[in-house]
């Protein structure tokens, strides 16, 4: 099953449960994710979604921060809740290890010399990553840029 379908389910689940909290994250989810589909005229399938689910990741991260700070403390734990529930839809992170044995493999396959080609590595070597698990795209790109400024 992949990750639309399952929110979908859950979905149903959380109507069927009463669970309002839950059931507000999961409409917002499908929202955002058909509303992306269409945007980018494309498919709903797995990394169309991840990318949607990161996205919100980082935004409710930050809100919660934001909250923290300014001591709202009721909307942090609401944006905090609301967190939990969209990052157990993400795939497993993919490790540190895993991203830089990768990137020297891209990185060797198109011949990449320094940080002029930092464009040729990124775009295939994201792509494989993004097969095998969810990944920040910052991370990448720094350790990206490490790898071809010692190069």
């Given amino acids: 099953m992949d990750i639309f379908d399952q929110v979908s389910s859950d ?49 409710r991260t930050e809100a919660v921060d934001i909250y923290t ?13 609301e967190l939990s529930v969209i990052q157990a839809y993400l795939p497993p992170e993919v490790d540190r290890d895993t991203i830089l044995a990768m990137a020297n493999k891209v990185i060797d396959e198109v011949g990449a010399s320094g940080p002029q080609d930092m464009g040729k590595v ?20 720094t350790l990206v840029a490490g790898l071809l400024n010692n190069e």
């Avoid at 005229?41 to 990741?57: F, N």
Wanted: glycine share 6%.
């Fill in 122 to 141: 990124m775009g295939p070597l994201i792509a494989h990553l993004r097969e095998i698990g969810s990944v920040d795209g910052q991370t990448v790109n």
């Fill in 69 to 81: 700070n300014s001591d709202r403390l009721d909307d942090a734990a609401n944006e905090q809740f």
């Fill in 11 to 59: 979905l149903r689940s959380a109507q069927r449960e009463r669970d309002a909290g839950r059931l507000r994250v999961l409409r917002t989810l499908i929202s955002q994710i058909k509303y992306e589909a269409k945007e980018s005229g494309s498919e709903i399938d797995d990394p169309l979604v991840a990318k949607v689910l990161q996205r919100d990741v980082r935004r």
